[in-house]
Structures are given as C-alpha cells and as structure tokens.
C-alpha cells in the first residue's frame, strides 16, 4: 500500500507554537509565491487540482474562489469553516493540532486570492482546547506581518478572527456558521442572496473547509506530488476520519483511488474482533451507507457516484454485525432530531415521525402504512427543507431502502414467507 | 441537588468579571455567542445564571430574546446549573457502537446519579451530548473540554473519576 | 422602465415584474399557493415550506414565497410531489397541534384549519405528539396558547422589526423550538408592551386577545345595569373587512345599530373623547410652552406607546402629556357627570368600550383609571370581539339599518375621527392649539404634512410667533429612535405624537386578523373622508363640549378637569434591577 504525506506532510515537523519553527520549515513561501500571483491564477491552480469542497458539499473550490473574486461589491471576507461536525469526522482537529500555522498560512493566501479585507475561522465549541494554538498564531503572523496592515509591502490590510462554535451541528452550514458569528442562533437562512454575494455581515462571503484551505500552501509550495496522486477524476490525497469497529480508528491521509478494503483493513486495521461488516456509512451522519459490497470499490468521486454514494467530508464509519441495521439508522435519527434546528416544518417534524416509525419497525409494531407513510416522508422531507440539514438528513435512511430492502419489507410478505 | 439557579445573586466580583469579557469582545453585540461562553467558564457550575443573561442584555445592550435563544439554541450553553465536572458521553454512533452504554452503567453506577441530577458534593453530572470529534478514542467523554477515552472498563472510568477527587 | 419578465405556472403563462416572486406571481392568475409564514407585509422567512412548488430543471421543490421568479421559468403547484409534500407538511404541523378547533378563538378564520379542510387533511397516520403547554394569561390584554403555534415566526418578525420590541423570540432547538418570551416569563415580566401586533399577524390560535365578551353579554343581561359603549373611530372603517365588505369601507351607522341589536343602552362615540382630549391636550401644550414645562410633550392617547414609555424610557415619562386618552376621558365622563345627568348610581354604569386595539384592555385596568374603587371602564373588547358578537346575534349586518349614535356623547367632529390614523392626533390638536393661540382658524385646515405612512414625519409650524417644531410617529421602532435622540439631548422638537401599531389606531392589534399595510392605508383615507364630510372639523368646537365645560368641567385645564382628565405615569419594577 502507498503512504502518502501530502496534506499532513508539516505534520511533526515543527513547534505548532513557534512561527520561527514553521518558518525553518518552509512556512509562508507558499505565501509569498501567492502574492507575485495574481487571484485568479491562484484559482486556477485550485481548479487544475481538482479540489472539491472537502466539508462535505462537494463544490469546485476553483470556481468558488474565481466566482468570489468576481463580485463587485466591497469588504469581502473568507470563512474558515471549522466546525466539523458530521458523525465520524475528525479529520480538521488533526490538521487544526498538527499544522496550525499551514491553516493560517492558507487564510492569507485565501484573502489575497478574493481579494478579502477579513478572515474568519468558525470552530466548533468541542474544540476549543485547540483554541489557544490557533490565537497564537494569528498573533505570531500578525508579529511577522504576514496579517495586519501592509501585508509584505503590499499594501494590502487583512485580518484574521477566531470565532467560536458553541455546539450546534447546522452551524457547519454556511448561512447557520454566519449568524452564528453575527450573535444570533445559528439557524440556516433562505438561499438566495449567496454567500458570495451577500454573506457574513452581508459582505462577499468564500466558505471554505479546513482541509480545503490546508491543501492551497503545499499545492503552491509543489503540486506535482499531488497532482501525481490519486485517479483521473479524483485528484490528488483526501483526509479519511475511519471509525466505528475497527481496530485502529483515526485520521489518514489517502490517495484517491486507493479502495475502501485497503482503507478499512489496511489503515485501520481491521474489523474489531473479526466481525463481519454490516455496514459502512461514507461522509458523515448525511452520507450514504453500503455493505460489504463496497470494499472492492476505489475510493474516489467517480466510482463513489456510480454506486450512489458520496465522499462528503472523508469519513468512514464502519458499523459489523453485531449492531442492527435498523438500530443504526435509529441511531442516526436521534443525532438529526437532536441537531434539527427546528424552523422548518419538515426537518423539525419529518425527523421525529421517521424517528418514532424507526422505533416501531425496531419494535415489530409497525403495519404496512407505516412503512409507505415513513417512504412518503423520507421523500418529502429532502425536497422541501430548507436547508441542506434537511435536505440530507434522510440519506441513510433512503440508501437503506436500497441497500437492505428486507429491513423495510412489507408486514404481509414477511407473513407470508415467515 | 442542584442549586436552584433562581436563587443565585450576581455579586460585585462577578460583574466585574462579565464587564472585562465584554470589554474583550469590543462590546460587540454581535459577539454574544463568544461572550456567554466565556461567562459561562466564569461559573463554577458552567451555566448562564438568568441574572448574568439579564445584566449582559443591560449593559451589552443587547435584547434578552435574543440571549435566550443563544442560551437555548447551543448545546454548549447551559440554563440550568451543573456539576464543576460534567461529564458529557458522547452519544454519537461511534460511540454507541463501540458500547457506550456500558460507560454510562459505570458512570451511574460509581457516582450514582442518572441524568439531570448531581453528585452530593457538587461534582459531576452526566450529560449526553452529540458527537464531538473524538471517535478515535470511542467511547470517550469530556469533561471540561479534555476528552478522555477510550473508556472500556470500570477500571478506567473509576480511575478517570480519581482525578477529580 | 420596469423589467418585465414571463414565466409558466401550471402551463398558463403570465407577465410579471421582475423581482416577483412565485406566490405573487400566482396570485396574477389567481391560483392561490397554501402558505402559512408568509405575510404580505414581512420579509420572507420560507419556514414553514407549505407553499413549496416544483420548478422545471430544479431537483428540489422551491419555496413559492421566497422564490424570485425568471424568465422563462415553469412552475407547477398541482403536481403528486406538491401535493404529497403539501399535505404531508400540514399533516406534521396537525400532528403537533392542539385539537380543539371548536374550543378555539379563531375557528372559523384560523389559516391552518383553512388549508387542513383544502387539502384534505383527514385524521393522518402519524403518532399525536403535541404536549401540552401552559397558557399565559396573568396580563389583561394577550393570551399565548403555544400548543397552537406553528413556529411561523410571524408574531417575532412583526415585534421585532415594525416594533422593536423583540418580547417574543425563538428559543431552543428541533422538536424542542418554540416561540417564547425570554425564560418564558409572562408578558407584563417581559419588554412586551401588549400593542397585540402578534395577534393581528398569528395565523393560528397561538397568539390572541384576551376575550371580554362574556363579561359585556353577562352586563347587559343583568337589569341593574345601564350598560353603555363607545366606539374608537379606526372600528367603523375596519368593521365591513370581516363582512366581505372592500378595505376602508365606513360602515358607523350599520355598527350603531349592530351595537342597539346586541342589547347596549347606549351607543356613544369615543371621538367625543377624542374631542375632549384633543381640548385638554392643546391647553397642556400651550401651558408646557408658555411656562417653560418639560418640553417636548409627546401624545398619550396610545397604550402600548405609554406602556413602552413606562418600561423602556421611565426617565422619560415627564414628557407624556398628562391628558388621558379618548377611551379613558369618556369613560371618567360617562361614570360622573352623565351619570349624575341620567340618574344613575356610577356603580351601575357599565361602561364598554370597543377599540382597534389589546393594549386598551390593559389601559382599562389602570389603577389610575379609577373612581372610588370603581373602574372608569368596566370592558373593552376589540374590532374582532365585536364582529363574535354580531355574528353571535346572527345579524346581517351588511343589509342592517343605519341610524345614530345616541346623544350626548355621540356627538363629535372631524377632529375626533382622524385620531385612529397616524398624524391625526397633531393634525387635530394643531386645529385647537392654532386657534386658540392666535384667535384665528388655522389657514390649512387639512394639514397633509402630517399625513401619510411614512415612519418619521417631520414639521414646523408657525404660531403665534412661535415656530413650532413637531414630529409625528408610528410603530415603536421609529418611536425608539426619537426616544434615543431625547435621551441623547438630540432632539428639539416641541410636540410630538406617537403611535403604536403601523398607519395608527386604524392598523391597531385588535384590528381583524385580514389587517395589513394596504387595507390600513383605506382606512386612513376613509378616516380623512369622514371628516371631510363632517360639518364641524375642530374638536373645541364640539356644541356638547362647550355645554360640558360650562356646565360641569369649568374651562380646559381647571382643577376639575385636572382632576378628572388628567392621569399621570410611572416606572415599571424590573426583576432585576442592576443600578441598585
């Protein structure tokens, strides 16, 4: 199997507190190579890379970088999305642990390419033992110049703030992280207007992922490993959170097109005990799930779309036998009616009445209506949410319909072949 | 018991306290979520005392709906007081699935408490709470924001407890 | 040139400007797209998701309301999809909702019954999970019932930004939202000041009036009393709106003979009231100028302004004018002097007042509004609570005859009927004060700058050698932001009337629940046809004033007046008080 240190490539290899440490290591070159290039060549390099958004929605992050460079309007900003929050993913803690300074480094780079005046990083509550870390290096660059005022001689005025999360799963949507940070409650807003029109504080706003923007200094410092790495249509190396049963959970970094079988009992070593895999859950609590099926599949955008699944944010959530399908799904729902942000009627209602038909088919008290009321719900549900909580929340759900009918199968059927 | 927050009284030093964290956000109204959360860690029962929503309102300004649906909206923000350590469980899949239930026994078990209630002392509540990014080390708790884990005997959680006896 | 632009809906095309969105676009072609957040005349929330319609080329259904149309665009509202998601939404909503339709104060005009009998919504197959809530009722004015509510948001977007009260606010999460007031404390704990706006905008039974109309039935059932009302002018031209009659209809007559049907001894005007306090209100006005009193005096006719006054600028309350409002002046009238005229013992008046407005109700209840222990009005029910009652009585009433208030307190001028728009109280009290000051009528009579919706209106008048400068205003968002300037030393105004509720008393929060910006400008033009149409326009005027000053009150201002005429105001006790 090929290791790769791309992304994580800083990892270990400096004092997270000490900018001189990062600077002995190469730290801001790729900063100041951005600076020579104009903000479009920047996206370009985005672009020719591939990279899409690694939170988890998947978007070109070129396109949204030029698009944000085309607005007009004045005072725009760039959000360090850092509220992670789908089951399973823990893959920004690490790079937010180990590479610091990369992450700030990137802010910068992100700022000069939209041409912003403010960087803001939204991280979530849970962790802000990381938070001591990351003030220091915004105070570390701000002491280098490479934030502040006159940026390198550039004349150019750029900040960056640290906002923090304070426990609330939809935040990690983007118009719920920019009420967040504007002091309301962070429930999701009606699109249009778009975030790169009128976002934070209704400035031109670029959202970006924590891993998204930790790619950007080494893609500038070197690209051709990555650009080595990975298949055709999926790029380069992606963070991987693995998790669940499995001997070695973490987080690791992976070429794309490396397959699921290499990642699960290759990284991580192993189902716990031997179980058998009952099912794996891919991009968090909003991703889609599989069974064993799967293992032989790369693990890259392409073949991942062929099988209805998405990558989403990296992560993998490996559940075996022992643990029933429907008791997974019972499990997932709970997350969502807890993570609901409750304004729209059909996340706020939608999630408790699949969560109590789940109970029922758990129980063996459901009748054959149930299970087409739950259907007509599990569908209705994504169409009219508001926003992507919503819209994604019945993803396991449905994939389950597909992957293991006969969990939802009809009362009468199982009569009869019972 | 838990006190009962009605009861508590805002004291001079305490509003010395929340004056200096405003003064550190800029009296920024816009700044409230980062504000509670640092009123909160000025509590030893890691909540928002209604007195302490009521002075921030007033000297901030800020509406109190708007703080209320703060203290209410985020899960990191408490209206109710709890133990100095609260033990949070993560309750996420990972966690499930690698038996945190039998963690939960333990910990009702060797403090005997269940949720919503406190140790005699004062110490600890047990609070479930959604997945917070530790599922390497399932199944985990945090107690003030260090996570322990992987928590998978009764040895390790009455060792976990130790520390903060 | 306005950019035109076409679109499909259901196949029919239509032309619409751009920046129409979809559910208005609809309403061209009068299809009707079920919505229960949306409101005219609020920005767009897109939260209840009722009104979401497919659109050709979009993978997921879109939110009518929120939706800009474009050119070119397909809609369709009749589809399996929209239905199933329709119907399914309004099933979640009934699954977690109170069933007590017939119990509830808005059968029979509640949106959501509405859209449950069009869509069909039988008994749906889901499990009952509304929990039951306590109701909050210990204020006289507002009741919030939040197993009824459907987290549509209204009531806070109308608080918060035409009020700027922000009383009411979500709290909580998921299942667990909720539409509350902060640590769910009851309304006379909160910044509400019970303008009843949420009542008017609550599609529902969550958020309604306190109903008062047992008690003025149980009155007029009882032979020991001679039970007698007023009516305030916004009444008469919002009335016809719940008989199907156009916006800004004027229906007095028909209303004083409704009101003689339901069983009233005596059907008087409040606009002899207001006439009354128009007089006062002039006299205080040029004795603040003349002996340098605390100026700028503001008007305080409205309630909720005098409740806000009270609980958000309690430092400022020496610039209320110590006049009582029309209701209040009426009624300390109608329970001594007309009472001692008729013959009646002051106990045995019951004295109903029939009013735009919830805050009234509070108003009702002032200590400061009594006599000898006996409350100067005894009842006040609503323009809503009158139509229950008419239709209760099971008249037709727009096929009623007209007839007449009764007199003496039936008499009034223009003056008096202007007072339920915003400017009408300056408008008229500049009519009294000018003539008063400078012995000659006022040369424009109808004076437009004080007219018209805009939020802040400014002018200054010359009188007398005084230039006097004046500000009329509506909503208590505006009103806060002269409030501050006062505060600040900003503001040199000399007279000031403020308004609650939006375009006035005619859109007040007892107006029928059909109230919004539109129908309250018509009946701000039908308030100034009233008058226009009236022989005499000026308040001082008023023949049976002038007997009741002569007679009884002695002159404007006298001790008598003073003592019956004028109130006065003071600081709410907050929970918590820092500045001790």
């Known amino acids: 199997m090929q290791k790769i240190n791309y992304i994580t490539e800083n990892f270990g290899k400096y004092d997270v507190f000490s900018i001189d440490s990062y600077m002995n290591i190469g730290g801001f070159q790729s900063l100041q190579k951005a600076i020579d290039m104009e903000g479009e060549d920047i996206a370009a390099v ?33 959000i360090c999305n850092a509220d992670e929050g789908e089951t399973c993913t823990f893959k920004d803690r690490e790079l ?133 790495a990975g298949t055709k249509e999926s790029i380069g190396t992606k963070m991987v959170s693995v998790g669940g049963n499995v001997n070695k959970p973490g987080v690791y970094e992976v070429p794309f097109g490396i397959t699921v079988r ?150 009468t059927q199982t009569e009869a072949v019972g | 018991m838990i006190e009962d927050s009605s ?59 708007v703080i209320y649906d703060c203290i209410t909206f985020y899960d990191a923000l408490n209206e109710e007081p709890r133990g100095r350590y609260p033990i ?70 009455r060792k976990l407890l130790e520390q903060f006896v | ?218 009155a007029i059932f009882d032979p020991d009393k001679t039970v007698i009302v007023q009516t305030a002018p916004s009444v008469r031209v919002a009335l016809g709106d719940a008989f199907g009659l156009p916006d800004g209809s004027i229906v007095t007559k028909k209303m004083v003979s409704a009101l003689r049907m339901i069983g009233f001894d005596k059907v008087f005007d409040t606009n002899y009231g207001a006439d009354l306090t128009i007089t006062e209100e002039a006299g205080e006005l040029i004795d603040r100028l003349k002996n340098n009193k605390t100026m700028p005096m503001t008007t305080s006719c409205c309630p909720a302004w005098v409740n806000f006054m009270e609980k958000h600028y309690p430092d400022k309350i020496a610039h209320l004018s110590t006049t009582k409002s029309p209701m209040a002046i009426f009624s300390a009238i ?27 109700k509070y108003e009702a209840k002032r200590q400061e509004l009594t006599q000898n222990g006996l409350f100067d009005t005894d009842a006040v029910i609503t323009t809503r609570g009158l139509i229950k009652l008419i239709k209760y009585i099971g008249i037709d009433f727009n096929n009623l005859p007209e007839s007449e208030f009764d007199n003496p307190m039936g008499e009034s001028t223009g003056a008096g009927a202007i007072f339920g728009a915003t400017g009408g109280v300056m408008e008229a009290a500049l009519r009294t004060a000018y003539e008063w000051m400078t012995d000659k009528p006022m040369p424009t009579l109808e004076y437009t700058p004080v007219r018209g919706f805009e939020g802040i209106k400014e002018a200054q008048v010359e009188i007398g050698g005084h230039n006097l400068k004046i500000a009329v205003v509506h909503t208590l968002k505006n009103a806060a932001l002269i409030m501050d300037k006062l505060r600040d030393g900003k503001c040199d105004y000399d007279f000031i009337e403020v308004m609650a509720c939006p375009g006035g008393c005619v859109g007040g929060g007892g107006q029928p629940v059909t109230t919004t910006f539109a129908a309250t400008k018509e009946r701000i033009k039908a308030l100034y046809t009233i008058d226009r149409s009236s022989k005499l326009r000026k308040s001082h005027e008023n023949p049976y004033l002038k007997k009741l000053y002569a007679e009884f009150l002695e002159a404007p201002g006298s001790e008598t007046a003073h003592k019956l005429l004028h109130t006065h105001y003071h600081a709410r006790e907050k929970e918590f008080d820092f500045s001790k």
């Open chain 2, 88 to 157: 949070e469980i993560c309750d996420s899949v990972a966690c499930k699935v690698n038996d945190n239930d039998f963690l939960l026994g333990s910990l009702k078990e060797l403090l005997g408490i269940d949720f919503g209630t406190v140790t005699y002392d004062g110490r600890f509540t047990i609070e479930k709470v959604s997945c917070f990014g530790a599922c390497d080390r399932a199944p985990a708790v945090r107690i003030n924001k260090t996570v322990y884990g992987p928590l998978k005997t009764k040895e390790q959680v």
């Open chain 3, 1 to 218: 040139m306005e950019e035109k632009i076409t679109l499909k809906i259901n196949g029919m095309p239509v032309e619409v400007k751009k920046g129409t969105k979809i559910l208005e676009a609809a309403k061209v072609l009068h299809i009707d797209i079920p919505h229960l957040c949306y409101h005219p005349d609020q920005r767009v929330k897109a939260r209840c998701r009722i009104c979401s319609v497919e659109v050709v080329g979009k993978k997921r259904l879109l939110a009518a309301c929120a939706t800009e149309c474009w050119d070119g665009m397909e809609v369709f509202t009749d589809t399996k999809v929209v239905r199933d998601t329709q119907r399914g939404i309004l099933q979640l909503i009934m699954a977690d909702h109170e069933e007590n339709c017939l119990t509830c104060p808005r059968n029979g005009n509640c949106v959501l019954q509405h859209l449950c009998s069009r869509f069909n919504v039988l008994r749906p197959n889901l499990t009952h999970v509304a929990e039951s809530i306590p109701v909050k009722t210990t204020n006289p004015s507002l009741v919030h019932d939040p197993e009824k509510c459907v987290k549509c948001g209204r009531c806070i977007r109308v608080c918060k930004d035409v009020q700027g009260i922000e009383a009411i606010g979500f709290a909580g999460r998921s299942t667990g939202l909720k539409v509350t007031t902060p640590y769910e404390e009851e309304f006379n704990k909160t910044d509400c000041v019970l303008c009843g706006q949420c009542t008017v905008v609550c599609p529902v039974g969550a958020l309604v009036e306190k109903d008062d109309t047992d008690r003025v039935l149980d």
């Open chain 1, 96 to 228: 937010i642990t180990n590479d610091p300074f990369n992450l700030i480094e990137a802010m910068v780079i992100a700022g000069w390419a939209v041409n912003a005046e403010d960087g803001y990083i939204y991280m979530r509550a849970e962790y802000s033992h990381l938070r001591p870390r990351l003030i220091n290096a915004i105070k570390q660059a701000k002491e280098r110049g490479f934030l502040g005022k006159n940026i390198l001689g550039t004349g150019w005025d750029y900040d960056v703030h640290l906002y923090s999360g304070a426990g609330a799963y939809v935040c990690g949507e983007g118009t719920a992280l920019i009420r967040s940070i504007e002091g309301k409650a962070g429930r999701p807003r009606m699109k249009p207007p778009f975030m790169k029109q009128s976002g934070l504080f209704a400035r031109p706003t670029c959202i970006n992922n924590v891993e998204s923007l930790s790619i950007v200094p080494h893609l500038l410092h070197d690209a051709v490993p990555y650009m080595q």
């Open chain 3, 334 to 360: 109608a329970k001594t002097q007309y009472a001692k005229q008729e013959n009646i013992a002051s106990k045995n008046v019951f004295s109903v007042a029939i009013m735009p407005c919830i805050a009234k």
């Open chain 2, 7 to 65: 009861k508590f009284e805002i004291t001079d030093e305490l509003k010395s306290k929340i004056e200096k964290i405003l003064d550190n956000h800029y009296h920024d109204f816009t700044q409230i979520v980062g504000i509670l959360l640092d009123v909160q860690d000025e509590i030893p029962q890691h909540y928002i005392p209604k007195a302490a929503a009521f002075y921030i309102a007033e000297k901030l300004p800020l509406k109190l709906s």
């Open chain 1, 46 to 78: 985005l672009s020719d890379a591939g990279i899409k958004g690694r939170g988890g929605a998947e978007y070109p992050m070129g396109r949204k970088w030029s698009q944000a460079r085309a607005v007009k309007r004045p005072h725009h900003c760039v």
């Open chain 1, 262 to 411: 290499d990642i699960v009992y290759g990284l991580a070593g192993g189902i716990q005990e031997d179980h058998k895999i009952r099912l794996i859950q891919f991009g968090g609590a909003s991703g889609k799930i599989s069974d064993d099926r799967i293992l032989d599949i790369s693990y890259s955008y392409e073949d991942f779309a062929k099988n209805n699944l998405i990558i989403g944010s990296g992560s993998i959530l490996v559940i075996d036998e022992r643990t029933s399908v429907i008791d997974f799904l019972r499990y997932t729902q709970d997350f969502f009616l807890h993570e609901s942000c409750g304004q729209c009627t059909p996340c706020r209602e939608g999630n408790r009445h699949i969560r109590i038909f789940l109970e029922k088919i758990k129980n063996g008290t459901y009748t054959d209506e149930d299970i087409q009321t739950m259907k007509t719900f599990a569908r209705v549900m994504p169409m009219s949410s508001l926003c992507g909580l919503g819209e994604t929340a019945q993803n396991a759900l449905k994939s389950a319909f597909d992957v293991f009918p006969e969990v939802f199968a009809s009362k």
